[in-house]
């Protein structure tokens, strides 16, 4: 026996800046990732994917790649093993493409069609280079444009909300905007590519991944091969950034089939080309905003109609129209999403789904209406700050987005900016200053976690929580210490195991609020369990803790994190580059855990945005369905050369209902980012942007208010 106490923190962890508890593992190259673990007898397989955008498989010639040295086996749609797709998971219904192998059709470039199974990667990637697949090809259709046939209003509480008389209130508003903007295809790029070995082990399935949810993964995999939850474990130790993109992709679900057919573990890595179609990505969009002002600037009608697309096998849905409807007052008040159906891809979550691109629309129309109104653009956002939620009429749990801009504007100097476009130069560089707002909504989740007290007088924590980068598992540990009152060094956190119990998925902005409350609560639990100066078995004791009933009897607000973005661009008159050179954000996003790693997330976020607005583009070929360039030299991302001065702080803006006083940060420094940029832009050259990103070749064409355009 050994005695412990639960006393001794000297001032609070949470709130203080700590370097990550694994950073040094990761640097010195111990911490491994998915696609680094050794196993013995480990077989690698190597995905075939599609070349026709629309058709069937014909047949698959296996005799020849089989021969090949090392090949093992070729899955395809004559000889996998059967799965069941027909389930509702967490996220709802699977897209269909968790059913891989088990029918000839083919609904996209990229779809995947066979798996070659060998002794190493280099024996699989050989054969599947080699295997010949034929096809029977039909007409394909790839051309996404607003209001094409096939567009529809898609069911779902989401889709569509209003209240007043639009058309009434157009009529009567003195100032007005009516413009369309758009936002190409843009993909998640994480670093580390998806990741997974599979292997049996005493008739239960061990998957070691790279994922935002190992519960979440765990529990589809045994939907979708029809096995008890019990029977299956995956773990997720460390993840290279995942931003939507790993929840349940094809690599886990090829890794369990071939270990199924070969009794032994296998592993399957997706290469940065195949992940431009395995993965999901940011659909692209077109929105259309229509604003209309009193003479005082007020808005009397707010409408935002946008559309995006998915794939003809799975409907998901880019809710850019979503953005406005906690933003800003107005008598009407109308938006819509809008979908069409094409022979592409499926696309899926990725950092801000909605918030980003909707924020980039509605946020360049409110400084195009400022500009109508001859007001500043802050003060036209002031105008129209609502006391409630727009639409809703709930009351926000708190809402410090004039704060946000009130210390924004004065760090970035806002004062001092001469609102005339096009005016200020320097040599050949155009300069110019943008602002936008951002928010996010506040969410969480039901989450289990468990703690225990040890003999040696330190406390293990338990919670299928996912660091996918963001620092969790070192904010969890300072918000275990505060709520054990130990110093950090004595917590010890372990996460990323579907053994640990349910709890939410790394992802929504909403990880860190709903792990922390679990983690509370069973600190709470366990604390109650102890006597001080107590005795604590060899086997330590452990409390747990459920947040369903604490999470289900939260009241009804409008719950949201917010922001004010700044950004000053230069912009080459000769050859239309445009730079960023300095941005600013100021965020209300609730108690601030880890100032170090939240401020990472936030400058992370921002600089997402910068390449969003000046970078980011996947390209679709229209002949062949499939994209131009789908890797990471084809799709460009802003690197160190692009990025100068980037600065994120923040206010007070604890959340009362939350036992930490958390609300969220992955998501919220993207959003009206881009639209900082593209609105510097204007103030730069006195031209409006409204398709992103904001290519040379397009200010060039665009030309500026003084005429500067570059010769040919």
């Known amino acids: 026996m050994t005695t412990t106490a639960v006393t001794g923190a000297a001032t609070s962890a949470v709130g203080t800046a700590h370097t990550r508890i694994e950073g040094l593992a990761k640097v010195t190259g111990a911490a491994r990732y998915a696609g680094e673990i050794p196993f013995a007898d480990l077989a690698h397989g190597w995905l075939v994917l599609s070349t026709i955008a629309r058709g069937t498989v014909r047949s698959v010639e296996t005799e020849p790649v089989l021969a090949m040295p090392g090949v093992l086996t070729v899955l395809h749609h004559g000889n996998a093993p059967r799965v069941d797709g027909d389930y509702v998971g967490m996220l709802g219904r699977p897209d269909p493409i968790v059913e891989m192998f088990q ?117 589809e995999l045994a939907k979708l091969f029809s096995l008890d939850q019990a029977s299956v474990r995956v773990t997720s130790e460390h993840v290279g950034g995942a931003f939507g993109s790993k929840g349940l992709r094809v690599h886990q679900i090829l890794a369990v089939m071939a270990t199924t057919v070969l009794h032994r573990p296998v592993r399957v890595v997706l290469t940065r080309r195949q992940l431009f179609s395995l993965v999901g990505y940011r659909s692209p969009t077109t929105q259309r905003v229509r604003l209309g002002a009193d003479p005082d600037g007020r808005l009397l009608a707010f409408d935002h109609q946008a559309q995006s697309l998915s794939s003809t096998v799975h409907e998901f849905v880019e809710e850019s129209a979503g953005y406005g409807r906690s933003m800003y007052a107005a008598d009407a008040h109308h938006t819509v999403n809008r979908l069409v159906r094409l022979d592409v891809p499926t696309p899926t979550y990725v950092r801000a789904p909605g918030e980003a691109p909707g924020s980039f629309a509605v946020e360049s129309a409110l ?71 951002s928010t996010f909504p506040v969410l969480v989740a039901p989450s289990t976690a468990a703690i225990t007290a040890e003999a040696d007088g330190t406390f293990t924590v338990r919670i299928t929580a996912a660091d996918v980068g963001t620092g969790a598992r070192t904010a969890l540990t300072l918000i275990a210490a505060d709520a054990l009152d130990v110093t950090p060094d004595r917590v010890h956190v372990r996460i990323a195991d579907s053994d640990f119990g349910p709890a939410m998925i790394a992802g929504g902005s909403m990880g860190t609020r709903s792990w922390g409350w679990a983690v509370t609560l069973a600190a709470r639990e366990l604390r109650e369990k102890l006597v001080p100066g107590g005795d604590i078995p060899p086997e330590g004791i452990t409390a747990g803790s459920d947040t369903g009933a604490a999470i289900g009897a939260l009241s009804e607000k409008e719950r949201h994190s917010f922001g004010a973005q700044f950004a000053e661009v230069a912009v080459d008159v000769t050859t239309g580059e445009v730079r960023v050179r300095r941005m600013l954000g100021i965020f209300a996003a609730g108690r601030i855990v880890n100032p170090l790693t939240a401020r990472s997330q936030l400058v992370g976020g921002m600089i997402w945005g910068l390449s969003m607005a000046l ?7 229209a002949a062949s369905g499939g994209l131009v360039g789908p890797d990471l030299a084809g799709y460009h991302i802003a690197s160190n050369a692009d990025v100068q001065q980037v600065e994120a702080d923040w206010v007070a803006d604890p959340d009362a209902d939350d036992p930490v006083g958390i609300k969220g940060i992955g998501e919220i420094g993207i959003v009206g980012a881009a639209a900082a940029v593209a609105n510097a832009v204007w103030h730069a050259t006195g031209v409006r942007h409204r398709s992103l990103p904001i290519r040379p070749d397009r200010v060039l064409r665009a030309g500026t208010l003084s005429g500067d355009t570059t010769r040919a």
């Not at 802050?378 to 409630?388: G, K, Q, S, T, Y």
């Not at 970078?615 to 070929?621: Q, S």
């Open 103 to 219: 029918h000839d059709r083919v609904p996209f470039v990229g779809w995947p069609v066979a798996l070659v199974v060998a002794e190493t990667s280099e024996e699989a990637r050989e054969a599947a280079e080699a295997l010949v697949v034929h096809y029977d090809q039909e007409p394909h259709d790839v051309a996404f444009a607003a209001g094409r046939p096939g567009t529809y209003t898609p069911d779902g509480d989401g889709m569509r909300k209003g209240k007043g008389d639009l058309d009434a209130q157009l009529a009567a508003a003195t100032h007005l905007v009516d413009a369309e903007y758009t936002t190409p295809e843009e993909h998640h790029c994480a670093m580390e590519p998806h990741a997974a070995t599979a292997r049996w082990d005493g008739g239960r399935l061990e998957v070691v991944d790279s994922n935002q949810g190992s519960t979440w993964v765990a529990d």
């Open 367 to 437: 400084d195009e209406l400022a500009e109508t109104c001859g007001m500043d653009p802050i003060a036209l956002r002031v105008r129209n700050e609502p006391d409630v939620g727009p639409l809703s009429g709930l009351p926000f749990s708190s809402r410090n987005l004039l704060a946000c801009y009130e210390e924004g504007a004065r760090r970035f100097g806002w004062a001092d900016r001469d609102p005339r476009p096009g005016v200020r130069r320097e040599g050949r560089w155009l300069i110019g200053t943008g602002t936008a707002a």
């Open 615 to 621: 970078h980011e583009e996947a390209v679709r070929d």
